[in-house]
């Protein structure tokens, strides 16, 4: 099976159809991706062509009619369109929320588009989580220590401390500081990104 990470030939399939392939065996019947997907060229076979769409995470052998070139360096801020890092259709700029104004004060808008997007706002958190998290909060001027860093600080003069929320239960799991609030989010509260990363880092392991 041809392995499509490290490939850089970047179609777009504008039909949205092809047959799917799980290892090496192709779908008798077509099934339907969103149209302008993104996908790398695996086979050029005749009148068809294998792809892999990172958006489906699966092989699909696709007609040449249905797809076109692409020029992913003429996609994102200062183009017309974009590509959702989830699910790696190219869409209009309008699609994407805007994030922030950057310092040349061009708008920036987000990596995912509203659609993928809406799977994450829909996990706000309850009021009464909310009331909760209120309620427990260490008070300003106290000594404190974060869980994770284990980090001391004096609250609300030299560490912020956040209330963490758990996202997919809309929870509230407790405080910490800033930085490991982030840091969690980052890895998106995600126990087998977290193992990956402390693989990674013992992997890569040297002492001074
Ligand atoms: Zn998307
Ligand atoms: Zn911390």
Redesign the pocket.
Known sequence: MPNPIGSSQWVLCTEGSGYACSHGIRDAIPSHFPKNSLAVVLEQVEHEMLLFLPGKNQQFFVRSQGIEQVDIYSTGKGFQKKI?N??F?LKSMDEFQVNQTDAKGRKTRRP??N??RQDIDRRAIPNREKKEAKRLRPKKGTLWQCSICRKMGIVGVNVKVVADHNHYAGRWRGFLCDSCNTGIGRFRDDENILRNALAYLKEHEEYP
Do not use: Y
Request: glycine share 0%.
């Open positions: 959702c989830v699910c259709v995912s588009c659609i993928c």
